[in-house]
């Protein structure tokens, strides 16, 4: 049934590529995987092979993926995304010497794949266990760690009818989960080599407070204001906050608005909502940013310092059902953060609900409510803001689980 799921699966890619751009790019790299990796493979080196999902899981796996890089440095490194949101962005990460989209995980394909690649180790990040691909590195004996997983007990893993994706998942040497109830899932499952080692993306923000994440122009458009960034916004969460920012926002309360879709639609979309002074990160200029109460930012990778200008953070994803956003990035540095209220698939969230200084709204009188009292209260906001600093700090630690298990296994 697996087998012939996949079949159906890149059937169905391929009929809707024709109509969407994002998965027409996926459908047209997988078809040059194979020459990529044959082309960039050095026969002389071993390999090491590194797959991530998405972006997110770039990410997560970033500080693991780093300190790989420097202990094997004579070892090629291979990055798989499944996703064109993770290969796009990232197809020129100096992490890899290898970027290619993972081949859709047919039996062939995944014989080809790993007979191209011999990775010494292979390592996955949180979830996208595709089961030929693992089954056939288990035969060939070549080691696999599956590092930042969280399980839920309505997975397939965990079903009677989901054997080969729970043979799949056994395959790996070792896992390493976030929390106690992914290791309690896989034991009844009969899966013991499981370490709590939590979550990397506590490693990983971290390291951004070891940066500079000084940007001139946010500089100059806070000024000396109160700021809320609004990170990852879509639709849904837009629909909520856009009413509180234009009978909020002023010289002395500024918001900085940064969606998930960067498109011209989505962000026409939002500007032509805005009564009040604002500005576009295309088009901006000293003047027009200075004499701005909101700051819509129309491109990537600047999200993770612009938190870093934050007394209140907003992350979005779930107000609507699309999948909270990362909220250890502003979290880190410090500030409360507001989400929505469909977190529940994020165990990060919860634990950070009831112990730092997360807060959930339900709708805009919640919201409203919850910022008006963080702007008037700066004890509260201090409060809340040094509870998630600390939790982070004392979350760290997952890397150092991963390395040592590595160096154990001297593969």
Not at 23 to 40: D, H, M, P, S, Y
Not at 177 to 183: L, R
Request: hydrophobic share 40%; glycine share 6%.
């Amino acid at each position: 049934m697996y087998d012939i799921g996949i079949y159906l699966f890149s059937f169905v890619l391929r009929v809707l590529s024709v109509f969407n751009p994002k998965i027409k790019k996926g459908v047209k790299g997988r078809k040059e995987t194979f020459a990529r990796l044959a082309a960039q493979l050095d026969n002389t080196k071993s390999s090491i092979w590194f797959h991530c999902a998405s972006l997110g899981e770039y990410e997560q796996g970033l500080p693991v993926f780093e300190h790989i890089r420097d202990t094997y440095p004579d070892h090629h490194i291979v990055l798989s995304f499944f996703s064109p949101s993770g290969y796009e962005i990232r197809k020129n990460t100096p992490i890899a010497d290898t970027v290619v989209y993972l081949p859709i995980d047919t039996k062939a394909n995944a014989k080809r794949f790993v007979d191209l690649i011999q990775p010494a180790l292979t390592v996955f990040v949180k979830y996208d266990i595709w089961s030929n691909l693992l089954l056939y590195l288990h035969q060939c004996n070549l080691p696999a760690i599956l590092i930042s997983a969280a399980f839920r007990k309505n997975q397939l893993f965990f079903k009677p009818y989901g054997n080969k994706q729970k043979s799949a998942l056994k395959t790996f040497d070792h896992i390493f989960v976030q929390n106690e109830d992914s290791k309690g899932l896989l034991y009844t499952i009969g899966y013991t080599a499981v370490t709590v080692s939590g979550d990397t993306r506590f490693d990983r923000v971290s390291n951004q407070l070891k940066q500079d994440n000084t940007i001139d122009f946010i500089t100059a458009f806070k000024g000396d204001s109160l700021c809320i960034v609004i990170g990852s916004s879509w639709q849904e969460d837009e629909a909520i906050l856009l009413p509180y920012i234009n009978k909020h926002a002023s010289a002395n309360l500024k918001f900085i608005i940064a969606p998930h879709e960067i498109n011209k639609t989505h962000i026409n979309d939002i500007t032509s909502k805005l009564t009040v002074d604002h500005t576009v990160f295309s088009s901006k200029d000293q003047r027009a940013i200075e004499g701005s109460n909101v700051f819509v930012v129309d491109t990537i990778g600047l999200l993770s310092k612009i938190y870093s200008y934050a007394d209140i953070a907003y992350v979005g994803g779930a107000m609507g059902t699309t999948g909270l956003h990362n909220i250890l990035e502003p979290a880190v540095f410090g500030c409360p953060v507001i989400i929505g209220k469909n977190h529940h698939k994020f165990p990060e969230a919860q634990q950070m609900i009831d112990k730092a200084g997360i807060i959930s709204v339900n709708d805009q009188k919640d919201l409203e409510q919850q910022l008006n009292d963080l702007i008037t209260s700066s004890e509260r906001r201090e409060n809340l803001g040094s509870r998630n600093a600390l939790f982070i700090g004392k979350s760290k630690g997952a890397v150092n689980s991963v390395m040592n298990f590595l160096e154990e296994i001297n593969f």
